[in-house]
């Protein structure tokens, strides 16, 4: 009998790294890194330090010195960066947005191997795992697209919310397809064995938390790019004036931009803390009444805990902050931390999905498998 509709490859068992999974494992980690070199492009105020796309300076290096930033300002007043003709860049500022670029460069071959790949054993893996392949190939396209229109803007807050979105959608799609290979290869996950009635009667919490989680990852690069960055301040900062509280209050007066983002934020955070804690709780609730659900529950408590590791980070970066002078190096914890919540909810997502559906995977004829059961049924 098959579970779930699943159907195992018994050739594929080998060391984990000459699996076929493993490449999108890697395009994963790939992926994770040039989101951290992203955020590090931010905290380094290095967002304009190419100011166009996608040469920089008119060259394909980073070694760019201040008098050949002045030549290009001259000869490109289109393109003078929005604090003025006079400013000028590091070499390591400029290094750290050329890097990023050319990681972007670089995944670009194993996402194009991944697509040959998966087209290849479209028999073995089925049919949705090479058009994932393809949605990665595309989602590439359009991360690159983005990457210039947040040059061209530059780094408007809109734009830095959207090129981390769609970071975020790309980095998920790498993981539900090596999710998918790894059950078509026989892994035996726990989430395999959760029963079907819980899965029926907690799927749209699941979704929920989710939905919650991305749109304050989301929100949280808004706030951070909003005005440059300068409204990290608008509290003040400092235990408690600065947080919990804001300028000294609980609830302080919304009549500048600064603090109103801010104060957004901070209850975006709050109503995504009550919808993990109540659908968490419902969840165990029900999973101590049927064995089997241990899998997807801890994936759920996963994300919590995420979500409360980052609001310690994101309190700490204005404790230890001073007036002018914020611990950047937090700034970008707190968007490791962010992305880590919001891929940890993702994998409950998947998880959850799997074990109801067994991944509409597709046998060697093509035909499409089902979850009956514990049996399978073929249409």
Wanted: proline content about 4%; overall charge neutral; hydrophobic content about 50%.
């Amino acid at each position: 009998m098959f579970k779930r509709g699943l159907l195992s490859h018994p050739s594929m068992e080998a060391s984990w790294w000459r699996r076929p999974s493993a490449l999108p494992l890697l395009l994963v980690v790939m992926a994770l890194l040039i989101v951290v070199v992203g955020g590090s492009i931010r905290i380094n105020d290095a967002g304009e330090s190419c100011p166009e796309w996608p040469t920089c300076f008119g060259t394909w290096h980073f070694v760019v010195s201040e008098e050949d930033q002045a030549a290009y300002w001259t000869a490109n007043p289109d393109q003078v960066d929005s604090r003025g003709p006079e400013h000028r860049y590091t070499v390591f500022q400029i290094f750290v947005e050329w890097f990023h670029r050319l990681l972007v460069g670089i995944i670009a071959v194993p996402i194009l191997l991944n697509v040959v790949m998966t087209r290849r054993q479209e028999t073995v893996y089925g049919v949705p795992v090479s058009r994932v392949a393809v949605f990665s190939a595309v989602m590439l396209l359009i991360q690159g697209a983005a990457g210039f229109v947040t040059v061209l803007f530059d780094n408007a807050d809109w734009t830095v919310a959207l090129h981390l979105s769609l970071a975020c959608v790309f980095t998920a799609g790498l993981m539900w397809q090596y999710m998918a290979m790894r059950l078509r290869e026989g892994a035996q996950w726990e989430i395999m064995t959760t029963p079907l009635s819980f899965l029926e009667a907690h799927m749209k919490r699941i979704y929920g938390i989710t939905a919650a989680v991305g749109l304050l990852l989301v929100l949280g690069a808004w706030v951070s790019s909003s005005a440059g960055g300068q409204y990290n301040q608008s509290c003040s900062v400092g235990f408690p004036n600065g947080w919990p509280k804001c300028q000294g209050s609980f609830l302080p007066s919304l009549d500048g931009p600064g603090i109103f983002i801010q104060m957004i934020h901070r209850f975006g955070a709050l109503i995504v803390g009550l919808v993990l804690v109540l659908s968490i709780s419902n969840m165990r609730m029900s999973a101590e009444n049927q064995g089997g659900s241990a899998a997807i529950l801890r994936s759920a408590e996963i994300t919590a805990g995420l979500w409360m590791l980052n609001v310690v980070v994101g309190g700490s970066y204005i404790v230890f902050a001073k007036v002018g002078d914020f611990p950047e190096w937090l700034s970008l914890l707190h968007l490791v931390v962010g992305v880590s919540a919001f891929l940890a909810a993702v994998h409950t997502t998947f998880s959850a999905r799997f074990a109801r559906y067994g991944g509409d995977v597709l046998d060697a004829s093509g035909l499409k498998v089902k979850a009956a059961g514990d049996g399978v049924e073929q249409e």
